[in-house]
């Protein structure tokens, strides 16, 4: 079942939480813990997925055929690409044929990170933007609502070129998520985030 087929409100737990876990898994601390139910927007949502060379568990369960050389990344980095409906090519019709050695872009990914920055999703994928639609935050305490402004005072400058070495600005919406759930503490103390404040620790963060 896809995210159109249902409108319902789904809890997304409390936001504090779920910080802490997307953090260490942006770290590669862990993974996120996503109830997904039957919803497979992000797997039949246009998406690359980039699969490591250190990933052999996902990579000895992927086809050599539906691998591709991930652009400007070390030979090695390979990404899945999507068939028409734009699925990937691991999707079967029960969900995905791989989950036990899904890669570790799946395994981080979580469309929750949408609701809690106030980045709005690429409008070439409805499915995610419908399923970020029907996700609620539990009721906040003072953290929860610290959490909520400090990572959207990062969301809020992250369409800003000057934020990036280079002034490259991410091309997709998801990137620009993960982007302020990692950088959330420039949000913290109650100065809002600024484009330099970004750069800074970007650059600092690649070199």
């Given at each position: 079942?896809?995210?159109?087929?249902?409108?319902?409100?789904?809890?997304?737990?409390?936001?504090?939480?779920?910080?802490?876990?997307?953090?260490?898994?942006?770290?590669?601390?862990?993974?996120?813990?996503?109830?997904?139910?039957?919803?497979?927007?992000?797997?039949?949502?246009?998406?690359?997925?980039?699969?490591?060379?250190?990933?052999?568990?996902?990579?000895?369960?992927?086809?050599?055929?539906?691998?591709?050389?991930?652009?400007?990344?070390?030979?090695?980095?390979?990404?899945?690409?999507?068939?028409?409906?734009?699925?990937?090519?691991?999707?079967?019709?029960?969900?995905?044929?791989?989950?036990?050695?899904?890669?570790?872009?799946?395994?981080?990914?979580?469309?929750?990170?949408?609701?809690?920055?106030?980045?709005?999703?690429?409008?070439?994928?409805p499915?995610?933007?419908?399923q970020?639609?029907?996700?609620?935050?539990?009721?906040?305490?003072?953290?929860?609502?610290?959490?909520?402004?400090a990572?959207?005072?990062?969301?809020?400058?992250?369409?800003?070129?000057?934020?990036y070495?280079?002034?490259?600005?991410?091309?997709?919406?998801?990137?620009?998520?993960?982007?302020?759930?990692?950088?959330?503490?420039?949000?913290?103390?109650?100065?809002?985030?600024?484009?330099?404040?970004?750069?800074?620790?970007?650059?600092?963060?690649?070199?």
């Amino acid at each position: 079942m896809s995210a159109a087929a249902d409108d319902s409100i789904l809890s997304a737990g409390r936001v504090a939480p779920w910080l802490e876990q997307m953090v260490a898994a942006l770290r590669g601390e862990g993974e996120t813990d996503v109830p997904c139910g039957e919803c497979v927007a992000c797997c039949s949502s246009r998406q690359f997925v980039h699969v490591e060379p250190d990933e052999h568990a996902a990579l000895a369960h992927i086809p050599e055929e539906v691998r591709f050389p991930a652009p400007g990344l070390p030979a090695g980095h390979v990404v899945l690409g999507y068939d028409d409906r734009g699925r990937c090519p691991m999707l079967g019709e029960r969900g995905c044929t791989i989950y036990a050695h899904r890669p570790r872009a799946c395994r981080v990914y979580d469309c929750r990170m949408f609701l809690a920055t106030g980045v709005e999703p690429d409008r070439d994928q409805p499915a995610i933007v419908r399923q970020v639609r029907r996700w609620r935050f539990e009721p906040e305490t003072a953290d929860d609502t610290a959490v909520l402004v400090a990572l959207r005072s990062v969301a809020a400058v992250l369409d800003d070129p000057a934020c990036y070495p280079g002034d490259r600005l991410p091309s997709r919406a998801s990137q620009r998520a993960a982007i302020a759930v990692g950088l959330h503490e420039i949000g913290r103390g109650g100065v809002p985030a600024t484009p330099a404040a970004v750069r800074v620790e970007l650059t600092r963060r690649s070199s």
